[in-house]
């Protein structure tokens, strides 16, 4: 008996499609229960195939850097060469085999970071697994506690002191991740995360999928974190502006 492939194989065939151009990659959704949370995507596989379509005529180049799997869930943090290159993640839900769900969060590659390090390079190995649900936990409260209600002097009790950072605009260490937190814009702060969406974890790593606003513009934060020794102690993110409704081309919104 053929044995039915992993969520992590089945990701990454279906991303493959935006390189290869093949329709039959979009199969690996079901197209009659799938929900688009990409605001900027139609609805339903055959939406996905055009997309495919029009995409592999820039000859795109998608390279995987991360997968990972949580229950019902696959995500990936990926580097897309669109003629530019972008980095993003990419979320799916999974059904009997096939994606029924799906959010993604895509930002334009920018780096090094004033500490020399890209958006996409640092660790991959995933391992702890007894400790997914104690990271998931951990990282949750962070974002919780720190990001959302502004706790900064509970920073030291969540994050290493050495922070190796990949955000491409700060540098590595608590000092450089405080001030970007503390930093100003006009009546408010630059950055300022509202809600925690969903947090999506494998071993060491764990995902977290947050609402806010970064200068004044509605947007979402996904933020990847490799825990160790009970603390934080290397950093990813994307943000992403979210598209006003008006410019939506399905109704399920971005999260």
Not at 12 to 33: F, P, R, S, Y
Not at 188 to 205: M, P, S, T, W
Not at 240 to 247: C, V
Request: net charge negative; glycine share 8%.
């Amino acid at each position: 008996m053929d044995q039915k492939p992993s969520k992590r194989e089945l990701i990454q065939k279906l991303l493959k499609g935006i390189e290869t151009g093949d329709a039959m990659a979009a199969a690996v959704v079901n197209e009659a229960k799938y929900i688009q949370h990409n605001p900027q995507t139609h609805e339903g596989s055959e939406g996905l195939a055009v997309l495919f379509a029009r995409l592999a005529k820039t000859e795109p180049r998608v390279t995987f850097v991360r997968v990972f799997e949580d229950g019902d869930f696959a995500f990936a943090h990926n580097e897309y060469d669109f003629a530019s290159l972008r980095v993003a993640f990419e979320v799916f839900r999974f059904e009997d085999g096939q994606a029924v769900e799906h959010w993604d969060n895509i930002q334009p590659s920018r780096g090094p970071n004033p500490s020399g390090r890209g958006m996409l390079d640092g660790t991959t190995e995933i391992t702890d697994l007894e400790m997914t649900e104690a990271n998931r936990a951990f990282a949750r409260a962070f974002v919780e506690n720190v990001l959302v209600q502004r706790r900064l002097d509970l920073l030291e009790d969540y994050v290493d002191g050495g922070l190796i950072q990949h955000n491409p605009a700060i540098a590595d260490g608590l000092p450089a991740l405080r001030a970007a937190l503390e930093a100003a814009d006009g009546d408010g702060f630059a950055i300022q995360y509202d809600k925690l969406h969903k947090v999506l974890a494998e071993g060491n790593f764990v995902l977290c999928m947050s609402e806010g606003t970064r200068r004044g513009v509605h947007s979402s934060f996904y933020d990847l974190f490799r825990i160790a020794d009970g603390l934080i102690v290397e950093h990813w993110d994307t943000i992403e502006a979210i598209a006003p409704r008006s410019e939506w081309k399905n109704e399920n919104g971005k999260f």
